[in-house]
């Protein structure tokens, strides 16, 4: 599985940004999509996810603010990001889940400053 990411960048605290994440495979093959990041000095968390059966699970800091989402015909995930914040500064990587095996994307910088 081949994963490719974009849409990170330069926001304004509030402001709202989209990752994508286009998936090599069709989604129905791949168990979950999700998103992890890092922030300089701090430990991977994990975001978002949702799986082939559009189950969504968000961690409790972005909850209310991030939205999960996938297009099955472009076997694509989405990650909408509105009212973000400094503290939301990371480079964001997508995954894939498949036949137990975990696959990345290149990580995509999200910069959330004045």
């Known amino acids: 599985v081949q994963l490719q990411a974009s849409g990170g960048g330069l926001v304004q605290p509030g402001g709202s940004l989209r990752l994508s994440c286009a998936a090599s495979?069709?989604?129905?093959?791949?168990?979950?999509m999700g998103w992890y990041r890092q922030a300089p000095g701090k430990q991977r968390e994990l975001v978002a996810f949702?799986?082939?059966?559009?189950?969504?699970n968000y961690a409790d800091s972005v909850k209310g603010r991030f939205t999960i989402s996938r297009d099955n015909a472009k076997s694509t995930v989405y990650l909408q990001m509105n009212s973000l914040r400094p503290e939301d500064t990371a480079v964001y990587s997508c995954?894939?889940?498949?036949?137990?095996?975990?696959?990345w994307g290149q990580g995509t910088l999200v910069t959330v400053s004045n």
């Open positions: 949702i799986t082939s059966g559009a189950t969504t």
């Open positions: 495979r069709t989604f129905f093959s791949i168990n979950a």
């Open positions: 995954y894939a889940l498949h036949t137990s095996k975990y696959y």
